[in-house]
């Protein structure tokens, strides 16, 4: 089992920034690639980005690239997702996940979940 836990989020104005932190822990392996993704109210989970064990092949949704940066400390077992010049259509609360197979950009290729952290962008 891995546990994980998001922290970070709040409230913040548009072209505000915040930073997440997701900290792993239980039996936790840097090999696997993790991803952030959020949900806004009456939509679908979608993936928001998501970085290998390496840190060098970061991937990112169209609509946060240039704006959120992620990386990973993995002495640390935490990832991190940097929100910049945010948006009100931002909003959503973010969860963190574990990739385990499959498609890095699915929600179905991620097997270990964290409970989410909301974020919420004023206009």
């Known amino acids: 089992q891995v546990q994980l836990v998001e922290s970070g989020g709040g409230l913040v104005q548009a072209g505000g920034s915040l930073r997440l932190s997701c900290a792993a822990s239980?039996?936790?392996?840097?090999?696997?690639?993790m991803g952030w993704f959020r949900q806004a109210p009456g939509k679908e989970r979608e993936f928001v980005a998501a970085i290998t064990w390496s840190g060098l092949s970061p991937y990112y949704a169209d609509t946060v690239r240039g704006r959120f940066t992620i990386s990973r400390d993995n002495a640390k077992n935490t990832v991190y997702l940097q929100m910049s010049s945010l948006k009100p259509e931002d909003t959503a609360v973010y969860y963190c996940?574990?990739?385990?197979?499959?498609?890095?950009?699915?929600?179905?290729?991620?097997?270990?979940w964290g409970q989410g952290t909301q974020v919420t962008v004023s206009s």
């Open positions: 996940a574990s990739h385990w197979s499959g498609n890095i950009y699915a929600t179905s290729g991620y097997k270990y």
């Open positions: 239980g039996r936790t392996d840097s090999r696997f690639a």
